[in-house]
């Protein structure tokens, strides 16, 4: 088989036909054999119904089913996983990234390329906060880190078997894909695109969640956070010092009475702060270590659906 779609859906009823029907015509339209391997993150709503249906008349429709909902990454893991191309898209169920740039992708493929990432130039449709919050933190993320992140590139890519089995052997189960992608190296270039409004629905990202995946690709690829620590550690005593001379100065020499309470409070409260937000950074990389430790599964799948003709191919 030449190519697999990997598609994580939670809740997409709404588009979930409209994304089958329009990936269905571009994969067609690329003229190779090809799968749709859906994968449904616990979506409470109707998606997988809709989606064995396509099952249920399409061989090129695989779905896979998780048991509850795990997340975006970890569906995108095992899409990963399951999906059997030489090459391998990924893209979002909402249609925010337009499938009718696969053609581009293949092509650079074709020309020897392992990884083509989709780069934002634009994106419609989405609130100005979500916009800059997404611009810092790539700019961020990427400041923090010696591994060559792109900017502005989210999971929308095609990636070669050789870069999908080797993100697939990496162990680790937080698993910030687009960061793994980049870290196993290999050709990589960049194709540009708009992104667009959602088909339909709303966002499955709510501010919360956008958080906590800002705080997982930071601790999956840098512990610079946890050098803040020596870092505020050397300014805080050489202020201290410095500070510590003024006093003295004053006390031998001039006749002004050291005034104590509201500075006393002022340096006592800054550094309470200072030493609470380290901690609680600490915590954050034990957190995460104690996840990894446990070494629990990314994702549990219930079933899979559809892809039988593919599996006698194989045999
Ligand atoms: N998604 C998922 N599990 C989740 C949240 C999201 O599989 O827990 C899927 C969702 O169905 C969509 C993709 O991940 O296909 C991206 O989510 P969304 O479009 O809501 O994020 P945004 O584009 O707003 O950042
Ligand atoms: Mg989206």
Same mark, same amino acid.
């Given at each position: 088989?030449?190519?697999?779609?990997?598609?994580?859906?939670?809740?997409?009823?709404?588009? $979930?036909? &409209?994304?089958?029907?329009?990936?269905? &015509?571009?994969?067609?339209? !690329?003229?190779?054999?090809?799968? =749709?391997?859906?994968?449904?993150?616990?979506?409470? /709503?109707?998606?997988?119904?809709?989606? *064995?249906?396509? +099952?249920?008349?399409?061989?090129?429709?695989? #779905?896979?089913?998780?048991?509850?909902?795990?997340?975006?990454?970890?569906?995108?893991?095992?899409? !990963?996983?399951?999906?059997?191309? *030489?090459?391998?898209?990924?893209? /979002? *169920?909402?249609? @925010?990234?337009?499938?009718?740039?696969?053609? @581009?992708?293949?092509?650079?493929?074709? &020309?020897?390329?392992?990884?083509?990432?989709?780069?934002?130039?634009?994106?419609?449709?989405?609130?100005?906060?979500?916009? *800059?919050?997404?611009?810092?933190?790539?700019?961020?993320?990427?400041?923090?880190?010696?591994?060559?992140?792109?900017?502005?590139?989210?999971?929308?890519?095609?990636?070669?078997?050789?870069? +999908?089995?080797?993100?697939?052997?990496?162990?680790?189960?937080?698993?910030? $894909?687009?960061?793994?992608?980049?870290?196993?190296?290999?050709? @990589?270039?960049?194709?540009?695109?708009?992104? @667009?409004?959602?088909?339909?629905?709303?966002?499955?990202?709510? #501010?919360?969640? !956008?958080?906590?995946?800002? !705080?997982?690709?930071?601790?999956?690829?840098?512990?610079?956070?946890?050098?803040l620590a020596t870092t505020l550690g050397f300014l805080i005593a050489l202020f201290s010092f410095v500070y510590l001379l003024v006093i003295f100065y004053q006390f031998f020499f001039t006749d002004t009475t050291i005034t104590g309470w509201a500075s006393t409070m002022g340096i006592l409260l800054l550094t309470q702060g200072i030493v609470m937000m380290i901690l609680g950074l600490?915590?954050?990389?034990?957190?995460? =270590?104690?996840?990894?430790?446990?070494?629990?599964?990314?994702?549990?799948?219930? &079933?899979?659906?559809?892809?039988?003709?593919?599996?006698?191919? $194989?045999?």
């Open positions: 088989m030449t190519y697999s779609v990997v598609i994580p859906a939670y809740n997409e009823e709404e588009v $979930i036909t &409209e994304t089958y029907k329009r990936l269905s &015509e571009v994969m067609r339209g !690329m003229g190779e054999s090809y799968e =749709l391997v859906f994968v449904n993150d616990g979506s409470r /709503d109707r998606t997988a119904e809709i989606i *064995a249906g396509f +099952c249920a008349c399409d061989e090129n429709v695989r #779905l896979v089913n998780f048991s509850r909902n795990f997340g975006h990454m970890p569906a995108i893991s095992a899409g !990963m996983e399951y999906a059997r191309g *030489a090459a391998v898209f990924i893209i /979002d *169920a909402d249609l @925010q990234d337009p499938p009718e740039v696969f053609p @581009q992708m293949a092509e650079k493929w074709r &020309e020897g390329y392992h990884v083509v990432y989709g780069q934002r130039e634009k994106r419609e449709g989405e609130s100005w906060f979500k916009k *800059a919050s997404a611009k810092f933190f790539y700019r961020f993320l990427r400041s923090m880190t010696s591994v060559d992140l792109p900017l502005d590139t989210g999971e929308f890519r095609l990636i070669d078997r050789k870069v +999908c089995d080797a993100v697939n052997k990496l162990p680790e189960k937080n698993r910030y $894909i687009r960061g793994l992608v980049s870290w196993v190296g290999f050709k @990589q270039t960049a194709v540009p695109y708009v992104r @667009q409004e959602r088909f339909a629905g709303k966002t499955k990202y709510p #501010l919360r969640k !956008m958080l906590a995946f800002a !705080m997982d690709a930071i601790t999956a690829f840098s512990y610079k956070p946890l050098k600490m915590g954050e990389y034990i957190g995460r =270590l104690y996840e990894e430790i446990k070494n629990r599964p990314a994702y549990i799948v219930q &079933e899979v659906i559809g892809g039988e003709k593919q599996n006698q191919d $194989i045999l």
